[in-house]
DNA sequence: AAAATTTGCGCAACCGTTTGTCCAGCTGTT
DNA sequence: AACAGCTGGACAAACGGTTGCGCAAATTTT
């Protein structure tokens, strides 16, 4: 046999209507038990399977959805795609995969991309330095569902699920504050990320809740390389004030930074201790693990996403009832070495 | 609008038949000039988008690429799919994703919804303990093209990409003799696992290189859990000859390994040293890197198994000119600290 | 100027499945 | 015996696009 059984072939065999295998194969009510049984003989005798492309054409649907994200290589992402991929497949839908590679204009291609392949709904997380968000606004018209994950755009009216990073935050100054650390370096990214605006948030409440002054210098937004993480780290150690704690952005950062002051012959976790926020696996085997970690759970953000999104998608919710998940990150203090 | 402009609309407005559009959409050369400007003025004002289910169901072809692999939070994987994401997009093709979780069930059942589903072609990284094969000879018969990846089954006729563990093992086990080394454990994996055997293999002909014995009992096959591990290590550390240094399946079990043997009070590289195969990113962020690392790219793995697929697709190579390309690995040595 | 080609477009079938509607025959009621 | 109500299945349209073929008009060839 060249090409697969259809449900035609299996008609003419029988001599009946296409119509009644097709409900036949779906024990439509309406077809005697005698047919049916004979259908769904053959069907299996033949090894028949639904061509799928045709019923995705006829129904309009694909039961497929699509994510787009900034890097896979991120453990971070692909943790949540784990998560994704997994609560997916519990209701038979499919992942369809994209990175943007932070860069607005594959990102924009992408998202037109799995339009085209008539995706049911998508998920996102912002590449790094997406400011516009036309690519998504047009989906509103193709009633195509998104809904953004940690990196989420500044717009009115969308769902989405993300961490509050200013929680966590609030617990790693307040714990570095009950420590005696009184001059604490931030390593943050770029100010127009709303994460970074709630680390720093976080950081003036905890300063705040024990009446201290927060002290902006203290503060670097820097934009996440390498280079920019070891002259955030050179700025801070030039600092008048002596820094004996930092909290880094995220786990890349802060080795980037760990580096930079082992190599100025900076004792870590002695003369400077170290915060940061979880990206990485295995930081237990890390060489100098930050001393705590705000840990984000993206797995579950994945998983809860994709909770929204199916539920969108079977009419449990509204499209309009804009669901804004916050998971609220939680310091998550290394066990002594 | 509530739905998307069709070639039927295009054609009506303009008093044409559908071929006519769909023909002056694609310019063909039989469409007149005028006509053939008409038709694509009025698309895009209208922003007509072809519908590609349609044209999926049509062609039956959909530009989508499937790959099953066992799990997308291992470094190895996710970095082998931003390769095979990347290779894929360059050619216009989409990426369906789905773990097996190392499950042999699932695996099938995820073939399954992918040939179901109609994905152009397969690109499959064994679950640990799949053993048989016959969701994958299934694929023939549909004439879905697979290459496999790195974890490769044993069977005949297939396409597949791998890196030969064997050349990077020989490396790793003679610097170790060369260093001094005469004892050196290894911590394998399952014995059915072709990966397995050529650590086997590598250490055998590096040990004969040098003229040595070959001791099997200093080769553990372990199932690589944690549990496996450290029991693996357990064994080698109550050998009756006292073993230098440790070749480990791969960065997980090496820290576990690691771990272990801390422990029990040994010094890391003082006592015993070890050698490994990089699965982790940063090792050079760990506490006790690995002396040396058998690199094993995976982004040229995913990449260089996409573009044998691709060249499947595209009938640039014959199905049965059946592909079996070896990467070589490399031993990675630790830069001194 | 007649014949041969080329140009430009329409007609209709087709891909595989679902689903609304219609119809024939049987059963049962009065 | 006539009529209504079921039962079980057939018919055909529809989803949106592609493509082989046919045919008239325009153009070129001899």
Not at 22 to 34: C, D, V
Not at 39 to 56: G, K, S, W
Not at 79 to 99: C, H, P, R
Not at 217 to 245: C, F, P, V, Y
């Amino acid at each position: 046999m060249p090409n697969p059984p259809t449900i035609k072939e299996i008609a003419k065999r029988l001599n009946l209507a296409t119509s009644t295998v097709s409900r036949a194969l779906h024990n439509h009510p309406r077809i005697g038990l005698k047919t049916r049984m004979q259908v769904q003989a053959l069907a299996r005798e033949l090894q028949y399977e639904p061509n799928q492309t045709a019923i995705f054409f006829q129904q309009k649907k694909t039961f497929t959805l699509g994510i787009v994200l900034p890097e896979l290589s991120e453990a971070f992402f692909s943790a949540a795609i784990s998560g994704i991929e997994d609560t997916a497949n519990k209701s038979n839908y499919m992942v369809l995969l994209g990175q943007s590679h932070d860069d607005t204009a594959r990102e924009q291609k992408i998202v037109e991309i799995m339009k085209n392949h008539r995706v049911d709904g998508l998920l996102v997380s912002l590449a790094k330095n997406t400011v516009q968000y036309a690519h998504f606004e047009m989906l509103r018209k193709y009633n195509i569902p998104v809904v953004f994950f940690d990196r989420i755009p500044d717009m009115k009216d969308i769902h989405y699920v993300a961490s509050n990073m200013e929680s966590g935050t609030v617990q790693a100054v307040s714990l570095l504050l009950q420590q005696g650390h009184r001059v604490i370096g931030m390593i943050n990214g770029p100010e127009k990320l709303i994460a970074s605006r709630q680390r720093t948030t976080g950081y003036q409440k905890a300063m705040q809740q024990q009446r201290l002054k927060y002290d902006a210098t203290l503060n670097i937004h820097s934009d996440l390389t390498k280079e920019g993480t070891r002259q955030a780290m050179q700025q801070l150690l030039s600092h008048k004030r002596k820094i004996t704690a930092v909290v880094a952005f995220n786990d890349y950062v802060s080795q980037d930074a760990v580096q930079y002051a082992a190599e100025r012959g900076i004792q870590i976790n002695k003369d400077i201790c170290f915060v940061s926020y979880a990206n990485l696996p295995l930081s237990s085997y890390m060489a100098y693990p930050p001393l705590a970690s705000v840990e984000q759970y993206p797995y579950l953000q994945g998983q809860k996403a994709t909770e929204i999104l199916l539920d969108l998608l079977s009419g449990k919710l509204a499209p309009d009832a804009y669901q804004q998940v916050i998971i609220d990150s939680r310091l998550v203090i290394a066990p002594k070495k």
